[in-house]
């Protein structure tokens, strides 16, 4: 089970639904949603949990890059 705000490593398999999404999955096949990944296909990048979702498929978890995270993190602390 993943939470938010946990950092994992995942590839980027193919693009998502949103034109800017990026699609990778874990081992048991759950799906990784990746915002503006879409450039980053067929390759490993470091993502942070912005929420997870159940539904009757199974799991989604949904992310952000880390390094978009961490520049979003500089701008509030600046502000």
Do not use: C
């Not at 067929?42 to 912005?50: A, E, G, I, M």
């Not at 997870?52 to 701008?75: H, N, P, S, W, Y």
């Amino acid at each position: 089970m993943v939470l938010p705000g946990e950092s994992m490593n995942v590839f980027i398999l193919k693009e998502g639904k949103e034109s800017y999404q990026g699609v990778a999955y874990l081992e048991d096949g759950t799906m990784v949603v990746v915002d503006n990944a879409r450039k980053l296909i067929n390759k490993n990048v470091d993502v942070v949990v912005t929420s997870v979702l159940q539904t009757t498929a199974g799991r989604m978890i949904f992310t952000k890059l880390k390094e978009e995270m961490d520049r979003e993190e500089l701008k509030m602390a600046k502000h």
